[in-house]
């Protein structure tokens, strides 16, 4: 299985190809949905890495993924600038799926 990545930066991309890494550079929220389609569709592809602000872009569409289909596997990764989300995103992850505060 094969990892690709969707990036919003071509710093990124650099990065991930150094580490062996196929991806692509998209900004706008079309291309992005019309490749995470297209993507999907491949049984070659195990885990698609994609940052953070992309995500934002399609957070419905991306939910709807994941519930839907096993695999790929859809991670989120923040860019060369760092996470954009809040410093209590796991307990916050938490708290949401099961009901427990930490």
Same mark, same amino acid.
């Given at each position: 299985?094969?990892?690709? %990545? *969707? #990036?919003?930066?071509t710093d990124t991309l650099t990065g991930?190809?150094?580490? @062996?890494?196929?991806? *692509?550079v998209l900004h706008q929220r079309e291309?992005?949905?019309?490749? %995470?389609?297209?993507?999907?569709?491949?049984?070659?592809?195990?885990? *698609?890495?994609?940052? =953070? %602000?992309?995500?934002?872009?399609?957070?419905?569409?991306?939910?709807?993924?994941?519930? #839907?289909t096993a695999t790929p596997i859809i991670? =989120?990764?923040?860019?060369?600038?760092? #996470?954009?989300?809040? %410093?209590?995103? *796991?307990? @916050?992850?938490?708290? =949401? #799926?099961? @009901?427990?505060?930490?």
């Amino acid at each position: 299985m094969k990892m690709f %990545l *969707i #990036s919003d930066n071509t710093d990124t991309l650099t990065g991930m190809r150094l580490a @062996g890494i196929e991806g *692509i550079v998209l900004h706008q929220r079309e291309e992005v949905l019309e490749r %995470l389609k297209q993507l999907i569709e491949d049984k070659d592809i195990g885990i *698609i890495l994609i940052t =953070e %602000l992309l995500a934002e872009k399609i957070r419905d569409e991306l939910k709807e993924i994941r519930l #839907s289909t096993a695999t790929p596997i859809i991670v =989120e990764i923040p860019d060369r600038h760092g #996470s954009r989300r809040p %410093l209590d995103f *796991i307990t @916050g992850y938490i708290r =949401e #799926s099961i @009901g427990i505060k930490i």
